[in-house]
């Protein structure tokens, strides 16, 4: 199983940013998705989730209305738009699996994950 998670990259405040996880070697609807966040130093947080068949969405309170998830289950991605970013969104953000169909945002929920993508938003 692998996911890849690309589109981090340097912002300024109030810009986007589109993240992406590309999955491979699962039955992609047989899993939640989720997008997390981890600063040096501090624990890595929730930010977004979604169903296997994208119908429904849960949001970390820092995220919801800025943030929206989304998922193409016939190309195995997972999206997150991000827009009018903070400077205290920078950080990796990480997508991850879990092997159930409802969203979750409870990490041990989350039985797969991908490498990261770094995300800086400049004040």
């Known amino acids: 199983v692998q996911l890849q998670a690309s589109g981090g990259g340097l912002v300024q405040a109030g810009g986007s940013l589109r993240l992406s996880c590309a999955a491979s070697?699962?039955?992609?609807?047989?899993?939640?998705v989720g997008w997390f966040r981890q600063v040096p130093g501090k624990d890595r947080e929730f930010v977004a989730a979604i169903n296997w068949s994208g119908g429904s969405t849960s949001y970390a309170v820092s995220a919801k209305g800025r943030f929206t998830i989304s998922r193409d289950n016939t190309k195995n991605t997972v999206s997150l738009q991000m827009s009018s970013l903070k400077p205290e969104d920078t950080a990796v953000y990480y997508c991850?699996?879990?092997?159930?169909?409802?969203?979750?945002?409870?990490?041990?929920?989350?039985?797969?994950w991908g490498q990261g993508t770094q995300v800086t938003v400049s004040s």
């Open positions: 070697g699962l039955t992609f609807i047989s899993y939640a």
């Open positions: 991850a699996a879990a092997l159930r169909t409802g969203t979750t945002s409870n990490q041990a929920d989350f039985r797969f």
